[in-house]
Nanobody
């Protein structure tokens, strides 16, 4: 069984920062990449950022230059540093972990991020 647990969500003011953490545990091996997605109210889930075990990154256009994804593969953990937050960043943020195993696609339950003055 695999657990993917996000933490670090909460409230921030516009222009503020938050740092999200996601840790995968359990019967998980062969991680290929980890990432963050978000879903705002009445919107589809969208990519925020992904990172491979080789350090290659991919960002959604709306967060480029403001958010930074990093990982500690030894700890099966991925981080998302979010700076210069705007109200449009408010959403539930989900962590995703993919592995080499067939069906190796795991999601956390999400963490809420609110941005308001």
């Amino acid at each position: 069984q695999v657990q993917v647990v996000e933490s670090g969500g909460g409230s921030a003011r516009p222009g503020g920062s938050l740092r999200l953490t996601c840790a995968a545990s359990g019967n998980i091996f062969g991680i290929t990449d980890m990432g963050w997605y978000r879903q705002a109210l009445r919107k589809e889930r969208e990519l925020v950022a992904r990172i491979t075990i080789h350090g290659e990154t991919d960002y959604g256009d709306s967060v480029k230059g403001r958010f930074t994804i990093s990982t500690d593969i030894a700890k099966n953990t991925v981080y998302l540093q979010m700076n210069n937050l705007t109200p449009e960043d408010a959403a539930v943020y989900y962590c995703n972990v993919r592995t080499v195993a067939r069906g190796g696609d795991f999601w956390g339950q999400g963490t809420q991020v609110t941005v308001s003055s």
